[in-house]
């Protein structure tokens, strides 16, 4: 049985097409599903935003189904990064919903809500295939996913191909571009000159650690001494 919040979801659902993430589609939502109002504004504070929050983390625990079902041991790790991704797009059951997501979280006063969702869907990427990172790269692997995944979702609300294909190969562009830049940054560190002039700014970087709690509003924590 669904419990009141994702009754109330699915209820709004059926009103975010045609009215978007607003109060209009929160107060019908709660009506149809039969919710006292005082308990629907308590578990959704916010009214339509807090349930377009909660609709884009479903579409996140779905994805980490998906991943977790899927046999990824034979796979390239860039395609394993790729399945993941189009893994969270498929996960959506409403195209609508997501286009009408994007105009409310394009909003200045709501912009910062999108931009923890997506950095969000990255962190339960990069965890689910195994990132054990705790340093700096923890955050440049989650902020370059994070434009991966957010161009890829924009190219495919306006991709009407066959099967998305069109997305998909969009999607496999991004992810080439980024193992060129991680090819680059390999590099790099192989070259002594380059190394060497980059030595300086590598102490500053390495004093960066991964957030000790999954808690925290901002994908940051305190360095570490040395």
Known sequence: MPDTADKILDAALMHVPFDGWSEESFRAAVSDAG????????????????????????????????????????MRFRDKVAFAVRARIEAVDD???????????????????????IWGTADAIWTALGDTSRDFNWYTKRATLSGVYSSTVLYWLGDDSLGAEATWDFLDRRIE???RFEKFKAQVRGNRLLSGLMAGPGRVLDRVKAPSSRDEDLPGGTPVSR
Do not use: N, Q, S, W
């Open 177 to 179: 571009d980024v193992m």
């Open 95 to 117: 195209r609508e919903a997501v286009r009408r997501g994007t105009t409310l979280f394009a909003l200045p006063l709501y912009a910062p809500d999108g931009a923890r969702l």
């Open 35 to 74: 919710v006292d109002p005082v308990v629907a504004c308590g578990l959704f504070p916010r009214g339509a935003v807090d349930l377009a929050v909660a609709y884009h983390k479903r579409g996140d625990a779905e994805m980490l189904r998906r991943i977790a079902a899927a046999d990824l041991d034979d």
